[in-house]
């Protein structure tokens, strides 16, 4: 389905969904989108084989969104993610999907959270649940999640699941679903977990693979020999030399993850790690910097990382090499999204070159090596440090106080005499908002709203980071 035929107006969708896909940007169907959504509105289960960045989620959105009756309020779908923060992407789209329809209430059900939340937010009723298998495992033995109304379940990141130990689960809340139901798995690559499922809990599915989102054109990929005690510096040669504004750094180890980043904040570097150990709210804190631009280098394990989805994200180093070149893929398509440009930095020593072997065999091209020599060159000893854009300020108080990003926009541009240019992203939690700022005005913006009112209350405000 390519050429006219890949744009939502020849699916069989209601003109207010088509006028909401319009309107949020939606132009032409991605690939996995016109493969997919033909025979998902047709009600066929399907396996379909999309990476992270390649518009699966508005694929079973719009599918599962057919398939509901908003006037009943039971629920009606059930989507299953391997990470909070995937589950946390896919309610914000699915939510901006739904907005065609009146009133589509769509609830988060993750681990890390306070279980009376979300059993408040169930008894009030919901249509769409978005979570995490063992999360949405204990409210069926609690009770608390009906599955009786429900017609789709959704697999996303199927194989991340299985790799995550998540099989059991996935089968338990599959066995407590409606037999008549459409099941829709996405997974980017094919382990034989994904066939054991497809064989137990699925009819007759039809299977969809798109060629690998990420052309070798979009990305520019090179790569630097190191001894062993020089790579931790070569990472801020590379920073220096290249510039990113936003770069994920991914190292194999959580040991490797806290050396770089104590390396990186000793000279200059805003940068934070995301490991598995992290408590939900350090987390989702590192996570909000990076995703606002407040923090230049993400350092991460792959468990930690999966499920990521940043914007505008310009680099991607591989601090280590990792030994599965599957896994390799997964990491570099982080960048060089949509229409933007990526760039992927590998540092591997002697004994990783078995492993640069595979990800070539895999990739189907020789790798394009660099000496480390050429970096010091693009950085000039008088360049300022690289500093993020913006800077994170954390208001207490969030959803549970009906705030909302309106009134921290309205706060900040009104009474505190800010412009707009000079906000940016604005997360509001249940319990507390984040917003960044122009790291110029991050001082007196947290002094100018604390001696003002959000909502018609006062608030307090502090600095997520240091502001040099």
């Not at 500093?387 to 705030?403: D, F, H, S, V, Y």
Request: glycine share 8%; charged share 20%.
């Amino acid at each position: 389905m390519t050429g006219p035929a890949a744009d939502f107006a020849q699916l069989p969708l209601s003109p207010q969904t088509l006028a909401n896909l319009a309107q949020l940007g939606y132009a032409q169907m991605t690939p996995i989108q016109a493969a997919s959504l033909p025979p998902a509105l047709l009600g066929r289960d399907l396996i379909a084989q999309a990476k992270t960045g390649s518009g699966k989620t508005a694929a079973f959105g719009l599918a599962l969104l057919a398939n509901l009756n908003p006037r009943r309020f039971a629920v009606q779908a059930l989507v299953l993610c391997p990470t909070r923060e995937l589950a946390d992407q896919v309610t914000t789209e699915i939510r901006r999907l739904a907005r065609a329809e009146e009133n589509i209430k769509v609830v988060t059900l993750c681990g890390g959270v306070a279980m009376r939340g979300q059993l408040a937010s169930l008894e009030h009723g919901a249509h769409i649940v978005v979570g995490t298998p063992g999360r949405i495992m204990d409210h069926l033995e609690r009770g608390s999640l009906d599955l009786e109304a429900l017609n789709t379940l959704v697999l996303d990141e199927a194989d991340r699941m299985l790799d995550m130990g998540f099989f059991d689960d996935i089968a338990k809340v599959a066995r407590q679903c409606p037999a008549k139901r459409q099941t829709l798995l996405f997974s980017a690559t094919y382990p034989e977990g994904i066939e054991r499922l497809a064989a137990q809990f699925m009819k007759d599915p039809q299977q969809i693979t798109v060629q690998a989102q990420h052309e070798a054109g979009k990305i520019r990929q090179q790569w630097y020999e190191v001894q062993g005690e020089e790579r931790l510096h070569a990472v801020s040669l590379l920073l220096n030399h290249f510039r990113p504004l936003s770069t994920l750094a991914f190292c194999n180890t959580k040991q490797q993850c806290r050396d770089l980043v104590q390396v990186l904040q000793a000279q200059g570097f805003s940068a934070l790690a995301l490991f598995g150990e992290l408590e939900q709210r350090e987390r989702d804190q590192v996570l909000v910097q990076f995703a606002n631009r407040s923090c230049s280098v993400l350092v991460a394990t792959d468990v930690a990382a999966r499920g990521l989805d940043i914007a505008q994200l310009e680099a991607v180093i591989n601090v280590d090499v990792t030994p599965d070149p599957e896994v390799h893929i997964h990491r570099i398509g982080r960048t060089g999204r949509g229409d933007a440009e990526g760039l992927v930095l590998n540092l591997a020593a002697m004994d990783e070159m078995g492993s640069v072997g595979k990800i070539e065999q895999l990739q189907g091209r020789e790798s394009e090596w660099h000496p480390l020599a050429e970096l010091t060159a693009g950085a000039s000893a008088d360049a300022a440090p690289l500093q993020p854009p913006m800077a994170t300020l954390q208001i207490t108080g969030g959803r549970k106080e009906k705030i909302r990003a309106g009134d921290v926009l309205g706060a900040l541009t009104g009474e505190a005499g800010f412009t707009r240019e000079q906000v940016g992203k604005i997360n509001v939690n249940d319990f507390s908002t984040y917003v960044a700022v122009d790291r110029r005005i991050a001082r007196e913006a947290v002094r100018r709203l604390s001696a003002g009112r959000v909502k018609g209350k006062t608030v307090k405000v502090r600095l997520l980071e240091d502001v040099a």
